[in-house]
């Protein structure tokens, strides 16, 4: 595996702090899938560090991107764009889920990266 570049590893630790800002926000205001769904304020509080999540991927060199495919990273900026877009509304289905489940696995991968390095 090659070295990963200080840009690449300064883009990772930013996505890796936006999960955690995620998971504190979660805690902190006890926000749940029924809360997420019904409080604007709440979902856009947690939307914005996904945002952010997919504006650093976006960021990430060609050869990260190679070398870590197993993590999605065009799905990332994707989410993204759908978003900040709108392309519509947003699935507040989808969206908890995203953040449920895909956050909490993205930092683990990322945070593996970089102890890797």
Same mark, same amino acid.
């Given at each position: +595996?090659?070295?990963?570049?200080?840009?690449?590893?300064?883009i990772l630790?930013g996505i890796?702090?936006?999960?955690n800002?995620i998971?504190?926000?979660?805690?902190r205001?006890?926000?749940?899938r029924?809360?997420?769904?019904?409080?604007?304020?709440l979902?856009? +509080?947690l939307?914005?560090p996904l945002?952010?999540?997919?504006e650093l991927?976006?960021h990430?060199s060609?050869?990260?991107l190679?070398?870590?495919?197993?993590? #999605?990273w065009?799905?990332?900026?994707? +989410?993204?764009? +759908?978003?900040?877009?709108?392309?519509?509304?947003?699935?507040?289905t989808?969206?908890w889920t995203?953040?449920a489940q895909?956050v #909490?696995?993205?930092?683990?991968?990322?945070s593996?990266?970089?102890?890797?390095?």
């Amino acid at each position: +595996m090659s070295a990963l570049s200080t840009r690449d590893a300064s883009i990772l630790e930013g996505i890796v702090s936006n999960c955690n800002s995620i998971e504190d926000r979660i805690e902190r205001h006890r926000v749940d899938r029924t809360v997420f769904i019904k409080q604007a304020d709440l979902r856009e +509080m947690l939307l914005f560090p996904l945002i952010q999540i997919g504006e650093l991927a976006n960021h990430l060199s060609e050869q990260a991107l190679a070398t870590y495919d197993d993590i #999605p990273w065009s799905d990332i900026v994707g +989410m993204r764009h +759908m978003i900040v877009h709108g392309y519509g509304t947003i699935d507040t289905t989808w969206a908890w889920t995203t953040i449920a489940q895909d956050v #909490p696995e993205l930092k683990r991968l990322c945070s593996s990266i970089l102890e890797g390095r």
